[in-house]
């Protein structure tokens, strides 16, 4: 009878864990540092070739709105450049723009709400 018993008790705490975790879903990898900041790696890529485009200019607004846009990087000679970008939990995501500084290709605002994704290709449209 005790063997019942413990096997009863085994079962209820399966199914109480079970229950747990479909209701709290399994635990995920954070998406921001301490200072509420989501890495993120972009490769900037010419929509027409392919190939990487160097000196394009990274800017973020933390919330749509709240701020105007500051410089968080520039790509570097393989397209690529790792920043953070500030982003406030219970709000919309960063907005963030992409612009040439010597106008080669079409500035290209964006929205980031989702910062699981952490390497983002980006691909930009040559100015006609």
Same mark, same amino acid.
């Given at each position: 009878?005790?063997?019942?018993?413990?096997?009863?008790?085994?079962?209820?705490?399966?199914?109480?864990?079970?229950?747990?975790?479909?209701?709290?879903?399994?635990?995920?990898?954070?998406?921001?540092?301490?200072?509420?900041?989501?890495?993120?790696?972009?490769?900037? /890529? #010419?929509?027409?070739?392919?190939?990487?485009? !160097? *000196?394009? +200019?990274?800017?973020?607004?933390? $919330?749509? &709105?709240?701020? %105007?846009?500051?410089?968080?990087?520039?790509?570097?000679?393989?397209?690529?450049?790792? /920043? #953070?970008?500030?982003?406030?939990?219970?709000? !919309? *995501?960063? +907005?963030?723009?992409?612009?040439? $500084?010597? &106008?080669?290709? %079409?500035?290209?605002?964006?929205?980031?709400?989702?910062?699981?994704?952490?390497?983002?290709?980006?691909?930009?449209?040559?100015?006609?």
């Amino acid at each position: 009878m005790k063997w019942l018993h413990n096997l009863l008790k085994g079962v209820s705490l399966s199914g109480a864990l079970f229950v747990f975790q479909a209701c709290y879903g399994t635990p995920q990898t954070p998406l921001y540092d301490e200072m509420g900041e989501a890495p993120m790696r972009f490769t900037l /890529v #010419s929509a027409k070739t392919g190939e990487p485009i !160097e *000196g394009i +200019l990274i800017q973020s607004v933390p $919330t749509s &709105g709240y701020q %105007e846009f500051q410089e968080v990087g520039t790509t570097g000679a393989d397209g690529k450049c790792a /920043v #953070s970008l500030l982003y406030y939990r219970n709000l !919309e *995501g960063p +907005l963030v723009r992409f612009s040439d $500084t010597e &106008g080669r290709y %079409e500035v290209k605002d964006t929205s980031f709400t989702d910062l699981r994704e952490r390497e983002i290709l980006i691909r930009l449209k040559e100015v006609q």
